[in-house]
């Protein structure tokens, strides 16, 4: 149902409100189409995807009919799409971040609905990397209640990405195809550590960027991804994109 609603929808986004003629040739013939070309000799007739150039002196009259709505040259079976979940690994490729994190599972989503051979791409994806520290950090936290100082030291640091992309795919034409893309993203990003208890941290939103490449099939793909996340001056100005392989299973 979602599916047929889809190309339903595909299909009114690309069509195109065109004007028919009627043409009458003097030798009796009939032709219907669409004028794409005119010049002071010619004419240039579209008619059932053909073209057919014809000499003013063989027509005997132009009658323009009513206004129609076509779906240019996409049918139906031109249109697919693919949804399913996919799993894989991020590494990311900052050295200030990959020295305290290190590879680790990703999983998401996927959507893509095909136009021929252009696709339109949908990705949720999440991230998270809890990683011992190299140099475990020592805090103090003061009571001023109790009067009493306290102490600890931290061990642990979590890292969490949760990016949301929108890419723009063009595929070869064959059962199993090879694809090549970019695209743009929102990532929600989060780097914490709990102090007795409470967690604590940055939590912050950044535009992404990424290029991607990969094959796929009528029911599975593997994907190969460069994202480019730029931080802030709290985050350290690092780098949190990085790269990323998926499988993924189209239902």
């Known amino acids: 149902m979602v599916k047929r609603f889809l190309v339903v929808l595909v299909l009114v986004i690309f069509s ?29 007739v579209e008619t059932e ?16 009919d009513k206004q129609e709505i076509r779906a240019s040259t996409i049918k139906s079976s031109d249109i697919k799409f693919n949804f399913g979940p996919k799993v894989g690994i991020f590494y990311p490729t900052d050295g200030d ?4 994190f290190d590879v680790n599972l990703l999983w998401g989503i996927n959507a893509t609905i095909w136009v021929k051979q252009i696709g339109f791409q949908f990705e949720f994806e999440k991230y998270v990397d809890i990683t011992k520290l190299k140099d475990p950090v020592i805090y103090y936290l003061y009571d ?13 640091q979590k890292l969490s990405l949760t990016p949301v992309w929108f890419s723009l795919l063009y595929r070869g034409d064959a059962d199993i195809y090879g694809f090549i893309g ?23 939103n950044f535009l ?24 802030n001056k709290e985050w350290g100005d690092v780098d949190l994109g990085g ?3 998926t499988f993924n299973i189209y239902f």
């Open 144 to 156: 001023f209640d109790t009067d009493t100082e306290y102490s600890g030291v931290i061990t642990e």
């Open 182 to 204: 970019a695209g743009i993203g929102w990532v929600e990003v989060k780097n914490t550590v709990e102090i007795m208890g409470f967690n604590s941290g940055l939590y912050d």
């Open 97 to 100: 971040v990959s020295d305290t």
């Open 208 to 231: 992404g960027l990424q290029l991607i490449t990969g094959f796929g099939g009528k029911h599975a793909g593997l994907s190969v991804k460069y994202s480019f996340v730029s931080t």
């Open 49 to 64: 995807n053909q073209w057919k150039k014809i000499n003013r002196k063989d027509i005997e009259k132009i009658v323009k």
């Open 243 to 245: 790269l990323t392989t």
């Open 16 to 44: 195109s409100s065109v004007f028919a003629e009627t043409i009458y040739l003097k030798d009796g013939k009939i032709l219907r189409g669409s004028i794409t070309e005119e010049t002071n000799e010619t004419i240039t």
